[in-house]
C-alpha cells in the first residue's frame, strides 16, 4: 500500500523544515560572509547617501530570502525599485501573488529576466517615471544597483547598457560590468554611464551578504539559489533540504501524469550519449548542446521526476514527522542513483547525485519554483509599509 496524498499543513511544513534544516548543522552558512563584502558595506552606505534611487536586485525564486538587510535602514526614505531577476525560474502564478504583496506595501516591484531586452526595458521606464521630478532640477542622477551575490546584478547592467545605447547617442567607450557565474565576483564599485542629457550613471556594487545570515534556513535557500557557494554547505545538504521542501509540498505527485511513452522515445534516440555533461546546461556555456544531447537531458528529468514520484507515493511513513521525512529522502537519494545512472558502488556517489539534482533545479529543469512563501497581510494599515520594509 502506498501512501494518500495527505499533505501536512502549512504550519507543519515549516516546522519541518525547520527542523530538518536546524538538523543538518550549518554554522558554516550563517557566519559566512567575505571580508571584501563587509568594506564593500561601508562603501555602499556612502554611496547610498548621494544615490537618487535604488533599484534593489533579488531572486525571483527567493523574494524574502534574497534581501540585503544589513543596508534596509540605509535605503530608508529613499526612491527604490524592486527587481526580482530570474523571473523565468520562478512559478508565474506564485510570482503573482508576489507583485502583489509588494504592491500592498508600497512598494514598486518589477518582475524581469536580465538578459529579456523587453524585460529589463520596464524596469527602466518605472526609472524614468520614479526619478521625473528629480530630472527637471538635476544634471546629473545616480542610480544605485544593489543585491546579494549572483542574482544578476551585473547581467541586469549590461542589459541596461545595451539599451542606453539605443535610445541615446553612443558612448566612446562601452563599459560591461563583469559577470560571472560564483557569487561575489563583482567587487569593485564602479559606475556605467547609461544616458545624456540628463546624464544617469548606474552604479553597480559588489553582492553584499548580510554578516550573519539570520536562520539556517534562509542560509540554504540561498546556497540553493547560488548566492553562497556550494562549498561551504556541502551539495548533498542542499539536496535534501530541496527535497524536503518538495516533499512538503506534495511536488512530486504533480509529475504522476508524465508520459512515459515519451520518456522511452527520448530514450531511443539517445542512445550513446550518456556521456553527456551536465555543465553543458550552464547559462555560461559557449556552445549550445545538439538536439540529442537535449533529448537525453530531457529524458534524464523525466526519469528524476518519475523516480521522485515513484517514492513519494509508494511511502507509507508520515511526513509530519522528521524521522518520516528523512527516511523518504534517504529512499529518494537511491532511487535518484538508478534514474542519473551513477554507479552504486562510487566513492562519492551521493555527491554524484546531488550535483546533478541541483543542476536541474537551478537551470529550472524540473520547473518553476518558489522557495519563499508569499506573507499574508490581513488588512491595509497606515504601518502597513514600514511593517513590510523591516520584514523584507
Not at 534581501?67 to 535602514?73: K, M, R, T
Request: hydrophobic letters at 40%; charged letters at 25%.
Amino acid at each position: 500500500m502506498g501512501r494518500s496524498a495527505t499533505l501536512p499543513g502549512k504550519l507543519m511544513i515549516t516546522k519541518s523544515i525547520g527542523s530538518m534544516a536546524a538538523k543538518m548543522g550549518g554554522d558554516a552558512v550563517v557566519n559566512w560572509f567575505p571580508g571584501h563584502m563587509a568594506a564593500a558595506i561601508r562603501a555602499i552606505r556612502d554611496r547610498l547617501k548621494v544615490a537618487d534611487l535604488v533599484l534593489e536586485v533579488r531572486d525571483s525564486r527567493i523574494p524574502l530570502s534574497s534581501v540585503n538587510e544589513e543596508l534596509q535602514g540605509a535605503m530608508t526614505g529613499k526612491r527604490r525599485v524592486i527587481a526580482l531577476n530570474k523571473k523565468d525560474l520562478a512559478n508565474p502564478n506564485i510570482l503573482q501573488k508576489w507583485n502583489r504583496y509588494f504592491e500592498a506595501c508600497g512598494e514598486d516591484c518589477v518582475s524581469i529576466n536580465a538578459h529579456s531586452k523587453s524585460s529589463v526595458r520596464k524596469i527602466l521606464d518605472l526609472v524614468e517615471l520614479k526619478l521625473k521630478e528629480v530630472i527637471a532640477r538635476e544634471p546629473t542622477l545616480l542610480v544605485m544597483v544593489v543585491g546579494v551575490p549572483n542574482v544578476g546584478k551585473s547581467a541586469l547592467i549590461n542589459s541596461i547598457h545595451q539599451i542606453s545605447l539605443s535610445r541615446f547617442p553612443a558612448q566612446d567607450k562601452t563599459k560591461r560590468a563583469t559577470v560571472g557565474p560564483l557569487p561575489g565576483v563583482t567587487q569593485d564599485i564602479a559606475g556605467y554611464k547609461i544616458a545624456h542629457n540628463p546624464s544617469i550613471y548606474v552604479l553597480d556594487t559588489p553582492g553584499v551578504l548580510v554578516p550573519s545570515i539570520p536562520d539556517i534556513e534562509t542560509g540554504l535557500k540561498l546556497a540553493l539559489t547560488g548566492s553562497v557557494r556550494d562549498s561551504v554547505v556541502g551539495e548533498e545538504r542542499m539536496t535534501q533540504f530541496l527535497l524536503a521542501i518538495l516533499n512538503s509540498r506534495g511536488t512530486p505527485l504533480h509529475w504522476q501524469n508524465l508520459n512515459t511513452g515519451k520518456s522511452l522515445e527520448l530514450q531511443n534516440d539517445t542512445i550513446g550519449k550518456h556521456e553527456y555533461n551536465l555543465k553543458n546546461l550552464s547559462p555560461c556555456r559557449r556552445q549550445l548542446p545538439d538536439r540529442s544531447d537535449v533529448h537525453y537531458v530531457e529524458n534524464l528529468v523525466t526519469e528524476v521526476q518519475q523516480a521522485l514520484c515513484r517514492t513519494f507515493k509508494q511511502f507509507d511513513g508520515d511526513l509530519e514527522d522528521e524521522n518520516g521525512m528523512e527516511t523518504l529522502i534517504e529512499q529518494q537519494f537511491e532511487a535518484l542513483k538508478v534514474a542519473l545512472k551513477v554507479p552504486h558502488s562510487a566513492s562519492e556517489a551521493r555527491t554524484m547525485v546531488a550535483k546533478k539534482f541541483l543542476t536541474f533545479f537551478r537551470t529550472g529543469k524540473l520547473g518553476p519554483f518558489i522557495l519563499d512563501d508569499v506573507p499574508e497581510i490581513s488588512k491595509p494599515s497606515i504601518q502597513l509599509s514600514s511593517t513590510c520594509g523591516q520584514t523584507l
